[in-house]
C-alpha cells in the first residue's frame, strides 16, 4: 500500500469520527498543528520514522511536544496509529485529513504565483471571481517567483492558467510553428 492511499485511509477513518463524535473543527485544527510541527522540524520527522526508537518513546515525544494544543480525540488517535507501527506516516495523514477536509467543506485551495506580491486587496478580488466561477470557497496561497518577468500563474484543483509573459511567449512559438501558411526555404 503506497503511503498516499495509506494517508488517506486513516485520514478519512479520523474524519468520519471526528464528524460523528461532533469535533470536527478540533480535529482541524489538531492536524494544522501537527502538520506545522512537522513541516518545520526535519528532525522530527526523522525521529518519528526511525525504527530504532520505540512507539511508546515516540508518543511519549509527541505529547510533550505538543501538551497542552492537541485534543483528547487526536491523542488517542496518535496512540492507535504507533500501536500500528505507523506514527512515521502522522505528516501525510495529517495532510491527507486536511485536504479531505477542505474537498467535504466545499473548500478549494488556489495559488497563485506572481513576479511580485500581490496586495491583500488584490488576492481578495482574485478569490473573490474565483469562487463566482467555480461556485466553492476558495483559500488562497501566494507565491512569489523571481525568476518570473511579469504575468500571473494561477493552479486552482487539477487545472492551471499560465499569464506569464514567458508562458505567452511559448504559446505565440508554438502558434507560429504550427501555422501552416508560412512555406519553409
Known amino acids: 500500500m503506497s503511503v498516499t492511499r495509506?494517508?488517506?485511509?486513516y485520514a478519512k477513518s479520523f474524519l468520519d469520527l471526528a464528524t460523528e463524535l461532533n469535533k470536527l473543527e478540533e480535529a482541524k485544527g489538531d492536524m494544522e498543528n501537527i502538520l506545522a510541527?512537522?513541516?518545520?522540524?526535519?528532525?522530527?520527522?526523522?525521529?518519528?520514522?526511525?525504527?530504532?526508537?520505540?512507539?511508546?518513546?515516540k508518543v511519549g515525544v509527541i505529547n510533550a511536544v505538543f501538551e497542552g494544543r492537541l485534543s483528547e480525540l487526536t491523542q488517542?488517535?496518535?496512540?492507535?496509529m504507533a500501536k500500528q507501527g505507523?506514527?512515521?506516516?502522522?505528516?501525510?495523514?495529517?495532510?491527507?485529513?486536511?485536504?479531505?477536509?477542505q474537498a467535504q467543506k466545499g473548500i478549494e485551495?488556489?495559488?497563485?504565483?506572481?513576479?511580485?506580491?500581490?496586495?491583500?486587496?488584490?488576492?481578495?478580488?482574485?478569490?473573490?471571481?474565483?469562487?463566482?466561477?467555480?461556485g466553492k470557497e476558495i483559500h488562497m496561497e501566494q507565491q512569489v517567483d523571481d525568476k518570473m518577468i511579469g504575468g500571473i500563474r494561477l493552479r486552482v484543483g487539477g487545472k492551471e492558467y499560465n499569464g506569464?509573459?514567458?508562458?505567452?511567449l511559448n504559446a505565440l512559438r508554438k502558434r507560429f510553428k504550427d501555422n501552416p501558411y508560412i512555406?519553409?526555404?
Open 183 to 185: 512555406a519553409e526555404f
Open 37 to 57: 510541527v512537522t513541516k518545520g522540524s526535519r528532525e522530527f520527522r526523522t525521529f518519528l520514522k526511525s525504527p530504532v526508537v520505540d512507539s511508546g518513546k
Open 6 to 9: 495509506l494517508g488517506k485511509r
Open 76 to 80: 488517542r488517535f496518535i496512540k492507535l
Open 164 to 168: 506569464s509573459i514567458a508562458g505567452k
Open 109 to 134: 485551495k488556489a495559488i497563485v504565483t506572481t513576479a511580485q506580491p500581490l496586495t491583500e486587496a488584490q488576492l481578495k478580488e482574485l478569490a473573490a471571481k474565483l469562487a463566482v466561477s467555480l
Open 86 to 101: 505507523r506514527e512515521g506516516d502522522l505528516p501525510v495523514i495529517a495532510q491527507s485529513f486536511l485536504d479531505l477536509y
